[in-house]
C-alpha cells in the first residue's frame, strides 16, 4: 500500500499529528505504515500543512505525485525540506502558556514560569507521536537551529489570536537576540585574555 495523497471523502479521519478532524473534502497525506494490529499496512492520515511540518521524509517523495497546483506545493515543500535539514523543527505541537510553574525547558533546563509563553514538544515513533516536554519560547532558536516558520505555529490544534502569535514570534527573536550578545561577549571576553601583554617589564 502507497502512501497517498487525495481528498478527504468524510469528515471522520483525524489528523495523526495535530489530533483535530481532517474536514471531508479537504486535500490530506496518508502515510503508510506497518499495522500494529495485523499484517500489511495502514494508513496514517494528516493535514497536509501538518504532514510537511511532522513527517518530512515520508511526505516529499509523495508531493510531486499530487493534484496540488505548484503554487499549493511550494509552501508544503519549503516547510519539509526545512524540516529535513533540521529534524527538531519537526517536534514542534503548539505555543501555549504554561498552565504551571513545574515543567523544565529541555533547552535551558529552568523552570517555565506559570502563564508564560512555551513551545510543546512532541516526537513520531512507533507509529506514534508522543509528548517529550516543553521549551520557553526565548529558547526556541537556540533549540531548533533557526527561527520556526509561521506555519509551524498555526496548525489546525494551535488557533493562536494574531496578537498572540505576534508576542510568541517577539520572544523568540528576542531571546536569539539576547543569545547572539551573551555569545558576543564571551568571545571579546575570551580573545582579551588570549591576547598578548603590551605592558613592559620593569
Known sequence: MPSVIERASTGRAKCRACGQAIARGDERFGEALPNAYGEGDSLFWFHLQCAACARPEAFLPVLPQSALSARERQPLEALAKAGVAQGR?????????????RARCRHCRELIEQGAWRLSLQIFEEGRFSPIGTIHATCAVGYFGSEPELARLTLPNNQLQPDELS??????????????????????????????????SS
Request: aromatic fraction near 0%; glycine fraction near 8%; hydrophobic fraction near 40%.
Open 89 to 101: 523543527l519537526c517536534r514542534i505541537l503548539r505555543a501555549e502558556r504554561a498552565s504551571s510553574g
Open 167 to 200: 508576542e510568541v514570534v517577539r520572544l523568540m527573536r528576542e531571546g536569539a537576540a539576547h543569545s547572539l550578545q551573551i555569545k558576543g561577549l564571551a568571545k571579546a571576553g575570551a580573545d582579551e585574555s588570549e591576547a598578548p601583554s603590551t605592558r613592559k
